[in-house]
């Protein structure tokens, strides 16, 4: 080991500068990581909800009465689109087969007559549920207009809304979402983004950084320069870790600020601290494949093969009560599942410390376990 | 095209692939590895919502209805709160997902005939799930409602119970489910996620494989010799267009086998398209090896590219109906929403080329845009 600190800081400081000015020449790999934080984060967050919008509804009305139109007519936007009339059974199956209709509804020839006269009376409704999801809104959707309509219906025929002053035992629910109003995905899907990038990028630079240099035979030379294992690969880290956060910056003030209007409820400083803890360690990850692999093909898959998982089974997509007991338990030692609940609590929840302590307990555990792994492997194989 | 030239590339990039064991392995574990993972993790069933209850009445009508709440297996009931103090900590944690407070005098109210309002919180950070819980809450006030005024009715008009069920009932809903009978999110999924898992690794594979040669400086031998463009891009892909079919099939069979979703159409025609899209992916990983001249580049570049379309603008987890007019056209653009139109026909619905022509015909359209445009980039006379 070196001597005094100064000359480690010395060390440190021109390691990171070599690591930035690498990083600034090669112009793609720039523009994609300015992408990466600014349209790529757009384009995900433009536009995309998961809620049934504009379902498309072909309908048989073998009845054309007054009652029917009306039924068809309780199909209304945005959740449903009346497409058309198709009374051929056959080019309606085309219809559901092709996707071109999502709901096929037969309404049977003595439907009117049926409710004026309180006779048993049965709609058929062929829903493609080949997504499951919106498979599953829209049977609840149509079932609930249907009853609906025929609690309506039986009271005017019983006439009993008039008698008793229109009111009736009835439970309705107000409904109030917390947190993202409106349940919309809008605030939801780019801040996830930001984060899967977050997340890719940590992984990956100072992997790549790394395998570049095994790969190009330049690490001989640092190893046989006066720099310790541990001043190859700090510094690494610590230019990928600013890269970042300069990204995470773009990303903030750039796109989530003033394209989404996502409110930043938190504290802005605890935001960026605990980004850059997170992102350090989990370069430990990086750290960690890189002594695994010789080549950059291979630090592609082994990121995927890491990365994949990581995102979509941190919590983001599938809270934790809804997955297999042991994937439950695994998501609590991904960095992200604990980084996601951070940030999601900071950006739209607005708490701080005193709620999200376990979270940020369990990212520094989880963390600095990562980081440790990677470091221990980094000086066994170059030290 | 030299045929000899163009095997003799082919059979270059295949021994360099032989000779790298660990890449070997993880071209051929990654992909079923991903798709086992996430078809294990990735459950859309919204089933076990954890649910509180703040009772502000503790009348018997305000328990029976609480009841129908916690009977319900789509709730995972967690107790009852005395106030709405907790609520904000208790969501924030995640510890409750939805909130039902059911108001004082709810009871009496009832019994006389007015109607009233429940209030339920739900927490917005999972959307879907949101909506999907206010469904289900929906449908049990719903079923409820009918309850009551049925027994209502049986009391104002002089009917008998029975009479005044089948007065309020008379009209009867039969919903088929069409597909995906079972409604089993993983049958919907799978499918899908061959899609994603194909789109994963191909295209990164091919543009490192390019590029490589590039940054190590073994590409002067390809300027210096007779292979020419077509040969030498088409050579490289070759191998990893294959590497992409067998996982294809592969992952057919976890699909089919392991995860037991249902495949109705032929496996010809999977074969077929998954053959086509295979050309698709590498191909982006092509035109990508063409502007790029760093492996880190590449390898970022392809994963931003091809990735983010894949998960978002695909269909797996956001419906394209859903979408608005730019996203819309975003997912027409990416090529992994023809191929899943195409293998959600051929899994769910067994229908076949006659019908999916279209899809198909885009995605061959893809592939050879893609080669031509990688083609057009590539040059043997790099200007430095």
Excluded: C
């Amino acid at each position: 080991m070196p001597g005094n600190f100064g000359e480690i800081l010395q060390h440190m400081r021109v390691m990171t500068l070599k690591e930035l000015l690498q990083f600034r020449r090669d112009i793609f790999l720039l523009i994609v990581v300015i992408y990466a934080f600014s349209i790529d984060i757009y384009v995900a967050g433009s536009g995309i909800e998961m809620e049934l919008k504009q379902a498309a509804l072909t309908v048989a009305d073998y009845d054309q009465s007054p009652a029917s139109r009306d039924l068809i007519y309780s199909f209304r936007q945005p959740q449903f689109k009346f497409q058309g009339m198709e009374m051929n059974g056959d080019r309606a199956m085309d219809l559901l087969d092709a996707g071109k209709t999502m709901l096929y509804m037969e309404i049977p020839a003595d439907f009117n007559e049926a409710l004026l006269a309180g006779r048993p009376t049965q709609i058929q409704l062929l829903v493609d549920t080949s997504n499951s999801v919106l498979g599953s809104l829209a049977t609840s959707y149509a079932a609930q207009i249907v009853a609906g309509f025929g609690i309506q219906k039986a009271m005017e025929r019983l006439s009993v809304g008039g008698a008793m002053g229109g009111s009736l035992p009835m439970v309705n629910s107000a409904h109030r979402v917390w947190f993202n109003p409106n349940g919309k995905d809008r605030w939801f899907v780019p801040i996830n983004e930001m984060l899967t990038m977050i997340t890719m990028l940590s992984i990956m630079l100072p992997a790549a950084a790394m395998v570049r240099e095994k790969e190009r035979g330049t690490v001989e030379q640092l190893l046989v320069s006066p720099l310790t294992p541990l001043e190859i690969m700090l510094p690494k880290v610590f230019a990928m870790t600013l890269v970042i956060l300069i990204g995470v910056t773009l990303a903030v003030f750039g796109v989530l600020g003033p394209v989404f209007d996502i409110p930043f409820r938190g504290n802005m400083l605890l935001f960026y601290v605990l980004t850059a803890i997170y992102v350090f360690s989990t370069a430990g990850f990086g750290l960690a494949i890189s002594t695994v692999v010789n080549n950059l093909a291979q630090v592609g898959l082994m990121v995927i093969m890491l990365l994949s998982p990581m995102l979509l089974l941190s919590g983001a997509f599938v809270p934790p009560e809804a997955m297999p007991k042991i994937l439950g338990y695994l998501i609590l030692l991904s960095p992200m599942h604990h980084y996601i609940e951070i940030v999601m609590g900071i950006f739209l929840k607005g708490v701080g410390l005193d709620v999200l302590w376990p979270s940020v307990a369990g990212l520094l555990i989880v963390g600095t376990a990562v980081f440790s792994f990677g470091t221990w492997r980094f000086r066994r194989q170059f030290g | 095209m030299n045929w000899a030239r163009f095997t003799a590339v082919v059979a270059k990039e295949w021994a360099e692939i032989t000779r790298d064991r660990l890449f070997l392995v993880l071209a051929f574990v990654v992909p079923p590895a991903l798709m086992v993972v996430f078809g294990l993790g990735m459950n859309l069933d919204v089933e076990n919502i954890p649910l509180a209850i703040v009772d502000h009445d503790h009348s018997p009508q305000s328990r029976d209805y609480a009841y129908r709440m916690i009977d319900s297996r789509y709730f995972d009931f967690k107790g009852y709160l005395h106030d709405e103090h907790q609520i904000p900590k208790l969501i924030s944690r995640g510890d409750v997902r939805a909130v039902v407070v059911i108001p004082p005098k709810f009871g009496q109210d009832l019994v006389a005939g007015r109607s009233v309002s429940v209030q339920t919180l739900l927490d917005g950070q999972f959307p879907l799930r949101a909506n999907i819980a206010r469904g289900y809450i929906g449908a049990i006030n719903a079923n409820y409602s009918q309850e009551l005024i049925s027994s209502f009715l049986s009391r104002a008009a002089g009917l008998s119970p029975d009479q005044a069920r089948q007065q309020m009932g008379n009209l009867r809903l039969e919903m088929r489910m069409l597909y995906n009978q079972s409604g089993k999110s993983i049958w919907s999924l799978a499918p899908k996620l061959i899609m994603m898992v194909l789109m994963m690794t191909p295209p990164l594979l091919t543009a490192v494989s390019v590029v490589r040669e590039k940054e190590r400086g073994s590409i002067l031998n390809i300027y210096a010799s007779t292979v020419s463009r077509a040969e030498f891009l088409l050579g490289k892909l070759m191998p990893y267009a294959g590497i992409s079919m067998v996982n294809g099939v592969f992952l057919w069979g976890i699909a089919v086998f392991y995860f037991e979703a249902p495949f109705k159409g032929s496996f010809g025609f999977y074969l077929l398209a998954t053959f086509i899209y295979s050309f698709t992916t590498t191909g982006i990983g092509l035109l990508v090896s063409s502007f790029v001249k760093t492996q880190i580049a590449a390898v970022v570049i392809t994963m931003v590219v091809t990735l983010v379309p894949a998960i978002l603008f695909s269909g797996m987890l956001f419906p394209l109906s859903s979408m608005g007019p730019e996203a819309q056209v975003i997912a027409h653009l990416a090529p992994a929403m023809h191929y899943g139109q195409i293998i959600d026909g051929a899994f769910m619905k067994g229908i076949g080329l006659d019908r999916l022509w279209p899809s198909v015909v885009s995605l061959l359209i893809y592939a050879l845009a893609l080669f031509l445009l990688a083609y057009y980039f590539f040059t043997k006379r790099p200007q430095e």
